[in-house]
């Protein structure tokens, strides 16, 4: 029984570059989240998504972020033109069902390095 | 706007000892808690929960005490083990679509 899965571990784009972070939520799972870790940070909310819609987007970047979770297939966190600032640990995390008095499964995140 | 703190950066404990991670909130609509332990390059793993009709939660030596009136919250780990040295972030959810972390303490216990 896999956990949460995200893929690459590590990714190093230069700036003005694209990056494409992938994350497959546990069986069963339908609920997925994406939070940020900066340096010496906690864990920032991004975004919350069920199959095929965004149900909060309130913690995302307005411009150069996007995330999706197709009906098939993992849900992707994209960043264009990717600037040094970008550069954080980013983890994905799936829940049964919604936020209120369910856990979230984390996955072991995606660092990005943004050179 | 940090609405969970966790204003001790790191903590060390002896082997055998009490560990008491401490974490503060602001909203008082938070009605659902969670503590996490991350170690280095992985991702957090789900340790303890409590909802706000409790005020305890206990699982194996981990509790969790719920103070809503001075919206605390606190881990203890009794007895201390050397594998639980990790970086430990509490969570809270007010019903929405969102968990709010703290900024993580991190734990050392030593042999």
């Known amino acids: 029984n896999a956990g949460v899965m995200q893929n690459p571990r590590h990714l190093v784009r230069r700036r003005g570059q694209e990056a494409r972070l992938r994350c497959s939520p546990m069986k069963g799972h339908s609920h997925v989240y994406w939070y940020r870790q900066l340096p010496e940070e906690g864990l920032k909310f991004m975004v919350y998504l069920q199959k095929e819609n965004i149900i909060d987007e309130s913690g995302m970047p307005k411009e150069r972020f996007s995330a999706e979770f197709p009906k098939e297939g993992p849900s992707i966190l994209r960043i264009q033109q990717v600037v040094r600032g970008d550069s954080a640990a980013y983890f994905c995390?799936?829940?049964?069902?919604?936020?209120?008095?369910?856990?979230?499964?984390f996955g072991p995140g995606t660092r990005l390095t943004v050179l | 706007d940090q609405q969970v703190k966790q204003n001790s950066p790191s903590l060390s404990v002896q082997e055998g000892r009490i560990s008491i991670l401490n974490c503060d909130y602001t909203n008082s609509m938070f009605d659902y808690f969670l503590w996490y332990k991350k170690y280095p390059a992985e991702g957090p793993t789900f340790l303890i929960s409590?909802?706000?009709?409790?005020d305890k939660n206990e699982d194996g030596r981990f509790t969790v005490f719920l103070n809503k009136s001075a919206k605390h919250l606190s881990l203890h780990i009794v007895p201390s083990q050397p594998g639980d040295s990790a970086v430990y972030f509490c969570?809270?959810?007010?019903?929405?679509?969102?968990?709010?972390f703290g900024t993580g303490t991190s734990l050392t216990v030593i042999p």
């Open positions: 995390a799936s829940s049964l069902a919604g936020v209120s008095y369910n856990e979230q499964f």
């Open positions: 409590i909802s706000s009709i409790k």
């Open positions: 969570a809270a959810s007010a019903s929405g679509n969102q968990f709010y």
